[in-house]
């Protein structure tokens, strides 16, 4: 059987914003009272998610306090998107300290040719408070 955390972070995870009038919205907020906070360690970039106040706003609708936001490198890109490092920067810097960023080292292209710029990216984006 799933535990009650089990089911909280699968439906965060998972499922739409939780409202006060839904059973798991009701489950979410008992948590959340008894544990302090509820932290999403697993966020992405989105095309749904520009900015940080949609994010937010979805977090909170979830009773979620904070997130962790992956910066993933994928063989595509989002469209419109720069560097995942730095869109996770951007965003965990909107964020009012809810959203920490993971930074990742891009690995997608000519690793041969280009493994020291990826790794000084890398070094250089976990040098910000916001990455952790």
């Known amino acids: 059987p799933m535990s009650r955390f089990g089911l909280v972070a699968l439906c965060l995870l998972l499922g739409p914003p939780l409202s006060a009038g839904e059973p798991l919205g ?8 008894r544990c ?4 999403d360690p697993h966020l ?51 964020s009012n300290s809810s959203i920490l960023g993971l930074a990742s080292l891009n690995t997608t292209g000519d690793w041969d040719r280009d493994w020291k710029v990826e790794l000084a990216r890398l070094l250089t984006s976990l040098a910000f408070p916001e990455f952790v």
């Open 44 to 94: 992405h970039l989105t095309m749904w998610f520009s900015t940080a106040g949609p994010m937010v706003a979805e977090m909170e609708a979830s009773h979620v306090s904070r997130g962790v936001l992956y910066a993933v490198y994928g063989p595509v890109s989002l469209p419109g998107q720069e560097d995942p490092n730095t869109e996770v920067l951007r965003i965990a810097r909107q």
């Open 36 to 39: 302090g906070e509820i932290i």
């Open 26 to 33: 009701s489950l979410a907020r008992a948590e959340k009272e």
